[in-house]
Nanobody
């Protein structure tokens, strides 16, 4: 059974920072693209940022320049550093691991979600 264990969510004032972490097994970390998605209340879940095993990153336009995703191989952990937070960043944040097998499909796993609230 694959586990993605998230931590770091909470309440922060506008302009503040938070760092989310997602720990997983070595086999998942070594072979899967890791990412963070978020789901605001009443809205769909969308990609925030992702990072491949080679370190290539991808960000949603709304977070470029404010959020940074990184991998820590020593701890099999992916971090999402979130700076200059805005109320619009309020959502439940989910860690995702996925491996694209091409014509065979995609193998994907999700964490349980960690809430982030940006409010004064």
């Amino acid at each position: 059974q694959v586990h993605l264990v998230e931590s770091g969510g909470g309440l922060v004032q506008p302009g503040g920072s938070l760092r989310l972490s997602c720990a997983t097994s070595g086999s998942i970390f070594s072979f899967y693209t890791m990412g963070w998605y978020r789901q605001p209340p009443g809205k769909q879940r969308d990609l925030v940022a992702s990072i491949t095993t080679d370190g290539d990153t991808n960000y949603a336009d709304s977070v470029k320049g404010r959020f940074t995703i990184s991998r820590d191989p020593a701890k099999n952990t992916v971090h999402l550093q979130m700076n200059s937070l805005k109320p619009g960043d309020t959502a439940v944040y989910y860690c995702n691991a996925n491996l694209d097998y091409g014509d065979l499909g995609v193998d994907a796993y999700w964490g349980q979600g960690t809430p982030v609230t940006v409010s004064s």
